[in-house]
């Protein structure tokens, strides 16, 4: 139950990021000064590293351990969730969200495979509570965005990662 502790904060995070820039992203678009095009490359880019990561990370899980870059994972993704935070252009803004796309992508791949080698008996129930976290994640995302935004500024979208990051890179680390 430990590890599912650890797997579902990762994956709530990781989809809640997906979600939690479409509310947002007309407020982006404005304070970067830049158009819609690139406002759309800003969500797109994050899920096409999860995507295109998503066999290359599992075969190297294979080889490396699925703990240890799921841990990386963490990591990384709290790093491009402050970066993306702290960006001053559009430009920086997608390098810094492809950053996250790969930190996510790492949580991804290595969370459902964590959670099968550990749920042996109990597989289904695993599983279906690391899915409840991702749908949990996208919808709390949608509306979690628009609070940020009018209380704290488009910033907030991507801040709001770095205390839960630094918790589940911990988290992840120790157990």
């Known amino acids: 139950w430990v590890v599912l502790t650890v797997t579902t904060v990762g994956i709530f995070m990781a989809t809640l990021d997906a979600s939690i820039i479409v509310v947002g992203l007309p407020t982006v678009i404005n304070e970067l000064q830049t158009n819609l095009v690139v406002g759309v490359w800003i969500i797109t880019i994050y899920r096409l590293m999860i995507t295109i990561l998503l066999v290359s990370i599992g075969r190297m899980a294979d080889m490396y351990g699925r703990v240890r870059l799921y841990t ?18 559009a430009e920086q803004l997608l390098f810094f969200r492809l950053i996250q ?75």
Do not use: H, M
């Open 72 to 89: 990386y994972g963490f990591a990384v993704f709290t790093i491009g969730s402050l970066l993306s935070g702290l960006s001053l252009t």
């Open 101 to 175: 796309g790969v930190g996510a992508a790492l949580l991804f791949v290595n969370s459902v495979a964590i959670v099968t080698d550990t749920f042996a008996g109990e597989l289904g129930k695993g599983i279906g509570l690391n899915q409840v976290a991702i749908n949990a994640g996208t919808i709390t995302g949608f509306v979690l965005s628009g609070v940020l935004i009018q209380n704290f500024g488009w910033r907030s979208l991507f801040l709001v990662n770095v205390p839960v990051g630094v918790f589940g890179t911990y988290w992840a680390r120790r157990r």
